[in-house]
């Protein structure tokens, strides 16, 4: 769980549906507009606590965007010294102005949205303009730092396990709904063998050179290819290093990998979402004892 920081970069992370309707609307000393849903212990967060909570962010034609809910972790704020207070930006200021247990809502047009709330940034030429975007703030606690370390290491125990079963379940149904018969992994890999022709297979210290094509399970959407890249064994995603050794120099195969083998709960900002369970095809073109950093290539 990544800590949200008081800058403009920060306003991309923060906010959940309500089924209540508004009630209060406030205002932060920048102007910045929400509604009060909820009301909590009215105590507010002093500077250096952190404020947890959780979020969704919809648009007005039902779909959601983010969600914490979805990856069963919240976010946190640090609340900054009050002299930091003056130069924040509205959304920040607003968090100072919460307790345990409010319920917040936003809604803006899709343009003010990305500007004010998340992250400062223009409209996305590919999004409709006259959207409307909304989000709303759970509050579940104010904490201390060395309070909400404790909390997130008992929260994360309990999630990896669930997670898993889950990832596996979900591995599961894609192949049955796709009559795709795949192996199982003692690691929780599911995969397909292509082809076995024999070849030279890799050990984890060996350099390889494969051609992938790497997809998102959820939607088939694919986020990456390559036609031909070279690295260790050892430094990729665990995911990789179980299963690539399994080809043989000109093998392919599919590997349907769970997130915990791959980009966890935190995914890859801007690329890879938390909690993605990813497809890869993989071709196996070379291995070689030797990697030559510089360029990039096994020798």
Request: with cysteine; proline share 5%; charged share 25%.
């Amino acid at each position: 769980m990544k800590m949200i920081k008081p800058t403009n970069a920060l306003i991309g992370l923060l906010m959940i549906g309500f089924a209540c309707a508004p009630t209060t609307e406030k205002k932060t000393p920048s102007g910045f507009t929400f509604v009060e849903v909820k009301k909590g212990d009215g105590i507010l967060p002093k500077p250096n606590q952190l404020l947890v909570f959780n979020y969704k962010i919809e648009d007005s034609k039902d779909s959601v965007w983010e969600s914490t809910y979805e990856i069963g972790l919240p976010t946190v704020v640090e609340i900054q010294d009050s002299s930091a207070a003056k130069t924040e930006v509205g959304i920040i200021q607003m968090f100072r102005m919460l307790s345990a247990g409010d319920s917040v809502h936003i809604s803006k047009p899709a343009k003010a949205f990305f500007k004010e709330v998340w992250g400062g940034r223009p409209l996305p030429p590919n999004i409709d303009s006259t959207m409307t975007f909304s989000c709303d703030v759970r509050v579940s606690a104010v904490m201390e730092m060395q309070d909400y370390q404790k909390f997130m290491e008992e929260l994360m125990k309990k999630r990896v396990s669930t997670q898993k079963v889950k990832e596996e379940k979900l591995i599961d149904e894609y192949l049955a709904k796709n009559n795709i018969t795949a192996e199982k992994d003692t690691s929780g890999i599911r995969y397909v063998l292509h082809s076995n022709l024999g070849g030279k297979k890799p050990e984890i210290t060996d350099c390889v050179e494969v051609k992938y094509d790497g997809k998102f399970l959820k939607t088939g959407q694919s986020f990456q290819k390559n036609d031909g890249i070279a690295f260790r064994l050892q430094q990729v995603i665990k995911g990789w290093s179980y299963s690539v050794p399994k080809l043989g120099v000109g093998d392919s195969a599919t590997f349907y990998i769970p997130s915990h083998l791959a980009y966890g709960a935190q995914g890859m900002r801007g690329a890879i979402p938390g909690d993605a369970i990813l497809i890869f095809d993989i071709t196996l073109l070379k291995v070689s004892s030797n990697f030559d950093e510089a360029n990039k290539i096994c020798n």
